[in-house]
């Protein structure tokens, strides 16, 4: 059998387009920071800079009728806090029944936020600080005293006893840091951090940190470092590359034991995930725009768009081409769809970061759908709310990718995923 085989799911199990299990939502375009990098291009003197309380609660409707499982909802932005009613909104779909998490640059939170978040049903944030240093930090926000805020913010999040993630933004000019910023994770208590990749989108297009996007060979080398710092810090810290589905390659080439290889590596934009933003446009994810054949969830139902947008239903197939086509790979990994369409036009071209030549020996799929035994259930629930949509998909892939049909204990601790404090 090829190193690289994998069970998961074949592109016509993909094709049935199960109701998606994490939703981001961009609230607003309003932002009190002026980061050069930004998807959004977002700031603070955003004009029609988001829906109405009435209409973002229909979307919240539109959401628990496409997912009445309660998938994760990203509320992000710009910067969600500047919303007003971003209480109200947070209390609406946790009371639906949703998993309502914000992304935010916590510069807003102090104790009495952290409080207000807490009673209005958030289920975790997402906490962007992207330097170990507040001169890094507050370089690349584009605002001088944010690395503090930010810092004061988390901590007072943990005071709330709110479970977060860092969320840290790779550069050349910060790479260096990633192990400073594990560390800086653990101390400020959060429970995960997750390494993002610059991508050629909004502001990012004509940054001064686009000198500092990372080569190929770059980018390998530092998919390699956080291998290796999640073996190392992985049972005290979930530490995760996101958006960097060639880490599934990586991690299998330099452990056998990582937990980062097939489980949740992969692109999930159109087959478990979906973007909304400030305008109500819908797109497989954050870093994809709208364009002028873009659907608006305000005219068409969320249903019809996750089910048959040309877009959505393209990604699908995973009818890649050149070498993300032959790979067999191609599955767990698939490359990023949105750095290939910013980089290349063709969102089906092949990453056009990866390195990897593939053998085109692909192995054809098996669909096996694992079950849970109760003592895995038992030890799932255990694992903070705004993360367990998550780790139950990624054990369920990583299930599949072993051939296994039985979820354990001892497979959730094989996959390395030990979260709980």
Not at 114 to 123: F, P, T, V
Request: a negative charge; glycine letters at 6%.
């Amino acid at each position: 059998m090829n190193k690289y085989s994998s069970t998961e799911d074949t592109p016509e199990d993909n094709l049935l387009c199960a109701a998606p299990y994490l939703i981001s939502w961009n609230l607003t375009k309003q932002c009190n920071l002026e980061c050069e990098h930004c998807y959004m291009d977002a700031d603070e003197k955003s004009e029609n800079a988001e829906l109405s309380t009435t209409a973002s609660k229909k979307i919240i409707d539109e959401i628990v009728a496409l997912c009445p499982e309660g998938p994760m909802l990203v509320m992000t932005g710009g910067e969600p806090l500047l919303r007003a009613d971003i209480f109200e909104l947070i209390e609406y779909a946790s009371r639906k029944g949703l998993m309502p998490v914000l992304g935010t640059n916590a510069t807003k939170i102090d104790d009495e936020v952290a409080e207000r978040l807490k009673k209005s049903g958030i289920a975790g944030l997402g906490i962007s600080i992207d330097s170990t240093t507040s001169p890094g930090h507050d370089k690349f926000r584009g605002v001088e005293g944010t690395w503090l805020k930010s810092i004061e913010g988390a901590q007072a999040v943990k005071r709330a006893g709110l479970p977060f993630q860092l969320q840290f933004t790779i550069t050349r000019e910060n790479a260096e840091e990633i192990e400073q910023a594990v560390v800086l994770a653990k101390e400020l208590g959060a429970v995960g951090i997750n390494f993002f990749f610059l991508v050629r989108t909004g502001r990012e297009k004509q940054s001064p940190f686009t000198k500092n996007r990372l080569s190929a060979e770059e980018h390998e080398y530092i998919l390699k470092q956080i291998v290796k710092l999640e073996a190392l810090y992985g049972k005290e810290i979930m530490v995760r590359a996101r958006c960097a589905p060639l880490i599934d390659r990586i991690a299998r080439e330099e452990s056998a034991s990582t937990s980062l290889t097939g489980a949740g590596s992969a692109c999930i934009a159109a087959s478990g995930y979906m973007r909304i933003d400030p305008d109500g446009f819908v797109t497989p994810c954050p870093y994809i725009p709208p364009t002028s054949e873009t659907p608006n969830i305000q005219t068409t139902s969320l249903r019809k768009i996750w089910e048959q947008d040309k877009t959505f239903t393209l990604l699908r197939t995973r009818a890649y081409k050149d070498r993300c086509g032959d790979c067999e790979l191609k599955e767990s990994c698939g490359g990023c769809r949105a750095r290939t369409l910013a980089d290349t036009g063709d969102i089906m071209e092949t990453d056009p970061l990866c390195l990897y030549e593939p053998t085109g020996n692909i192995i054809e799929a098996i669909d096996i759908a694992p079950e849970w035994s109760s003592e895995a259930t038992q030890r799932l629930e255990k694992i903070p709310v705004f993360l367990r949509a998550m780790v139950r998909k990624s054990t369920e892939r990583y299930a599949r990718t072993k051939g296994i049909d039985l979820i354990t204990p001892a497979l959730m601790a094989e996959l390395r995923k030990r979260i709980i404090k």
